[in-house]
């Protein structure tokens, strides 16, 4: 089956004896399965919270994506702030995102994460959040529908999959020599056998 | 005294926790919980003293979502003041802005049109639906039921949330009632699909009973744990289904009745010993009591304007003013001190969560630990609303 990750020359598929052999670079394909599996953490501020709950419930059905919200920084990847970032809860999101293993990234979901939104000549909102941490896409609204959300997420994986580790990665891996062929079928018929 | 290791450094700030630790003894631990916590519905911090897994003493800290509503109010003019009500309870954004306007129009002394109170009718209990909605589906993951969330909240709110956009262009924010009336008429044929939303639900509400009413082990993780009697929830000023779950019958909506809500027959549902089971049961029968109402209100919509005579930019006379609805989680007062410019002097909001969560505290009390993630959902809070 062709796909279009071919057409990107990102990988190269040879006929082995019992199945297929691809290949690779270990970059690219850490990256496709990062991007896959974005988990965010169960973590909601104000009323584009809501929303957000509404982007995991039935009809955004976010599972489809692979974006499982998880209830500890700990296993998270995806911080999203989704609502008004008071100078009381700014120091506890900086420790939530510093519990988060690397790499991680950060959604700024709302007018009130971005700049303050509708608090913003209030004294106790901190006029955005990329005033504490740093902050990867930015969602417009107040709130955000459930679909910016999507098109960010949507972004994001575009942003993990370009941009992540640009550079590193191989862009065309080698093709192996007949002997190495040879040698993967003579396994392959090996493994069959046994 | 040994310091003890599971003590949150956090902990140590502020005059009232201080207090509190020279309280724990040898065989006691203080847990914190929040604000970060899934089943906190929000950033509430509330911190437990235990001994063993019997909890002793429960402080709430609150102020982690402080916007100064109130202060922002006074640089406002009347309807910007509107958008900021939305934002206090997001869950029932039309009776927040209810609460603003009635107080307003107080003031005002304007005349409301009928067929603008029938639409404020229309959408504050569809509010209220959207609203207990969210309770059911939250409550049920506390209790560890997941389904309830897909039907409660993904399906049957979105239907509420597509007419409200519909009508107002928004989903949770609306901005929808304003000093005078309405924003927008409904639609054509609007009060007909509510009317085909209504008809859906019956079905489902017994599906929802299914789900959760009746099932035993929901039953056994509520019934009978975290009792307020109703001497307790009239003395700490509790209102709304709260209060109507420990037995106090007492609903604005039919005793002082605002709005439209004399035209309409409807039930005030009761709970018996004030514990969580009760309280889900008082909401989740709420649902179909405002139902009943949104359906009378359909059938009898009257014709005429959805705006009273206000002008655009209006100066209500010196004066102050008090206003209050029923909203889904109680009583929602709005108490407005105008000076005869176009910005309020002072603007005092009552939020019901923020006075409903004082009976935390006393709730909790000899409960165990694994109870007070049922006590907490059954609250309901909102915590746009206790720190405005
Ligand atoms: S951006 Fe708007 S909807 Fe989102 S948290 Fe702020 S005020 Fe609420």
Redesign the interface.
């Known amino acids: 089956m062709k796909s279009a990750l071919d057409s990107l020359q990102l990988l190269r598929r040879h006929k082995v004896v019992g199945g297929e052999l691809v290949l690779t670079s270990v970059d690219f394909f850490v990256d496709w399965a990062r991007k896959s599996s974005i988990w965010p953490?169960?973590?909601?501020?104000?009323?584009c919270?809501?929303?957000m709950?509404?982007a995991y419930?039935?009809?955004?059905?976010f599972d489809r994506l692979g974006v499982f919200p998880r209830?500890t920084?700990r296993q998270a990847d995806l911080l999203i702030i989704s609502?008004?970032v008071?100078k009381?809860?700014a120091p506890?999101i900086e420790t939530?995102y510093n519990q988060m293993p690397e790499p991680r990234f950060v959604i700024s979901m709302g007018a009130c994460s971005n700049c303050g939104g509708?608090?913003y000549?209030?004294?106790?909102?901190c006029k955005g959040i990329d005033k504490v941490i740093p902050v990867d896409i930015y969602i417009p609204g107040?709130?955000p529908?459930p679909e910016a959300l999507q098109t960010a997420v949507f972004a994001l994986q575009k942003k993990i999959d370009r941009y992540w580790d640009a550079g590193k990665r191989v862009a065309n891996p080698s093709k192996p020599t007949n002997e190495v062929l040879k040698e993967i079928n003579v396994a392959a018929l090996k493994a069959r056998d046994a | 005294m040994a310091p003890n290791p599971i003590r949150p450094s956090a902990v140590l700030q502020g005059p009232v926790f201080e207090t509190k630790i020279e309280q724990v003894g040898d065989h006691e631990m203080l847990l914190n919980l929040g604000p970060q916590h899934p089943s906190t519905h929000g950033v509430l911090r509330v911190v437990l003293k235990l001994d063993g897994e019997v909890i002793t003493e429960a402080v709430p800290d609150m102020g982690y979502l402080h916007r100064g509503v109130e202060k922002l109010a006074e640089h406002r003019t009347y309807p910007m003041n509107i958008v900021l009500s939305d934002r206090n309870d997001y869950l029932s954004a039309m009776n927040n802005n209810w609460a603003f306007c009635l107080a307003v129009e107080k003031l005002l002394k304007v005349e409301i049109p009928l067929r603008a109170e029938y639409l404020r009718v229309i959408v504050g209990e569809l509010n209220r639906v959207a609203s207990h909605m969210v309770f059911y589906g939250t409550f049920g993951i506390d209790i560890g039921a997941f389904t309830p969330f897909l039907h409660a909240f993904g399906r049957d709110r979105e239907e509420i949330l597509d007419l409200f956009e519909e009508m107002c262009g928004a989903r949770i924010t609306y901005n929808y009632i304003r000093v005078g009336g309405v924003m927008l008429d409904a639609p054509e044929g609007w009060t007909h699909r509510v009317l085909q939303f209504v008809e859906r639900m019956k079905p489902r509400l017994v599906e929802y009973d299914k789900l959760l009413t009746k099932n035993p082990i929901f039953i056994d993780r509520t019934i009978g744990v975290g009792l307020l009697s109703a001497e307790q929830a009239v003395d700490l000023g509790v209102t709304g289904p709260i209060l109507r779950a420990s037995g106090v019958s007492l609903d604005l909506r039919r005793d002082h009745p605002y709005g439209a809500y004399n035209d309409f027959q409807f039930d005030v549902p009761l709970g018996k010993q004030g514990d969580c089971y009760d309280r889900f049961l008082v909401r989740r029968l709420e649902i179909t009591e405002s139902l009943k109402i949104v359906e009378q209100a359909c059938r009898k919509f009257p014709d005429g304007p959805v705006m009273g005579k206000v002008l655009k930019m209006y100066r209500p006379p010196a004066g102050e003013v008090y206003a209050q609805v029923d909203g889904p989680r109680g009583w929602l007062g709005s108490y407005i001190v105008s000076d005869g410019t176009e910005k309020p002097y002072r603007h005092h909001i009552r939020p019901p969560s923020f006075i409903n969560l004082q009976a935390l505290s006393e709730i909790v009390k000899g409960w165990k630990m694994a109870d007070v993630v049922a006590i907490l959902g059954s609250l309901d809070f909102v915590l746009g609303e206790v720190d405005r």
Do not use: N
């Open positions: 953490l169960t973590f909601g501020l104000a009323c919270a809501i929303e709950m509404a419930a039935s009809r955004y059905d209830p920084p609502g008004t008071v009381k809860m506890a939530l509708p608090y000549d209030s004294y106790s909102v107040c709130p529908r």
